[in-house]
C-alpha cells in the first residue's frame, strides 16, 4: 500500500492581518500583518516575548476582537462579516477557552464549571452536569464533580477548565499559558492530556505560550515577534 501525505483542511487562515489599538498619537499597531494558517488536527503553538501580540491574535481568532486590516477567516466563517450576537452565538459553538488565569467560579462545584458552555448554549441542568461529569472522567478527575476548585490542586483546576473547553465539542481549542503555573511534570501531564482529549482529525489546538519545555508537543511553533509572525517551526516529534 502506498504512502500518500494526508492533507488536512485549514482550521484557520490570515493574511496580512493587522489590529491597531487607539488613533493618531496614541495609535498602537499590536499586529502588523500577521500571515497564518494554522491546520486541522494539529496543535499549533504561538511563542514570543510578552507584548509581540499573541493574545491579540488569538482574541482574533477566536472573535473577541475586531481587526482592523487583512483577512482572517476561521472554520471557513470570516468573523467580520458577523454581527455581535451572531459572532457571541458562533464563538459558544465552536470556540473552548483556556485561560491564562483560569477564571473557573469558586462558588460552583467542578461539575457545574464544567457545565458553563453547556448552559449557554441552551442545555438542561441536569443533562449539563451529566456531559461534564463524563468529560471530568476523561481528564482524570472522576469521582470529583462537586469539589470545589478551592479544594483541587492546581494541576487539578487545570484540568476542570481543559474539560470546559471540551464539553460543549468545539472545533476550535484556543489555550492561553496553560502550563506557566504548573511544575515540570504537571506541565507535561497538561499538555499530554490536551494531545489526547483536544487533538482530532476535525478539530484545532492554538496554544499560547512562553514555556520551551512544551515546545516537542507541537505540530507547528509560530515564533512572533513586535506584531509579526517572523516564522513558522515544525519540531519533530518521536
Not at 464549571?113 to 449539563?128: E, F, K, Q, S, T
Request: aromatic fraction near 2%; proline fraction near 3%.
Amino acid at each position: 500500500m502506498s504512502s500518500v501525505a494526508i492533507e488536512r483542511a485549514l482550521a484557520v487562515r490570515c493574511r496580512a492581518l493587522t489590529k491597531t489599538y487607539g488613533a493618531g498619537v496614541n495609535a498602537v499597531q499590536a499586529l502588523r500583518g500577521i500571515d497564518l494558517d494554522v491546520l486541522q488536527g494539529e496543535m499549533s503553538l504561538l511563542v514570543g516575548p510578552s507584548g509581540c501580540g499573541k493574545t491579540t491574535l488569538i482574541s482574533l481568532i477566536a472573535g473577541i476582537l475586531d481587526r482592523s486590516g487583512g483577512e482572517c477567516e476561521v472554520l471557513g466563517q470570516d468573523l467580520a462579516r458577523l454581527g455581535d450576537r451572531e459572532r457571541a452565538a458562533w464563538r459558544g459553538r465552536n470556540v473552548g477557552f483556556v485561560f491564562q488565569a483560569l477564571n473557573l467560579v469558586p462558588t460552583l462545584t467542578a461539575a457545574e464549571n464544567v457545565a458553563i458552555p453547556l448552559m449557554i448554549l441552551g442545555a438542561r441542568y441536569d443533562a449539563a452536569l451529566l456531559r461534564a461529569g463524563a468529560m471530568l472522567e476523561r481528564v482524570g478527575l472522576g469521582g470529583r464533580e462537586r469539589s470545589l476548585p478551592g479544594s483541587l490542586s492546581g494541576g487539578q483546576q487545570q484540568r476542570i477548565a481543559i474539560a470546559r473547553a471540551l464539553v460543549h465539542e468545539p472545533r476550535l481549542v484556543v489555550c492561553d499559558e496553560p502550563t506557566s503555573a504548573l511544575d515540570h511534570e504537571t506541565g507535561h501531564k497538561v499538555m499530554e492530556l490536551l494531545r489526547e482529549v483536544a487533538a482530532r482529525e476535525d478539530r484545532a489546538l492554538i496554544v499560547v505560550t512562553h514555556d520551551a519545555r512544551i515546545f516537542s508537543f507541537a505540530d507547528r511553533i509560530a515564533h512572533m515577534d513586535d506584531g509579526h509572525v517572523d516564522r513558522i517551526e515544525t519540531p519533530t516529534r518521536s
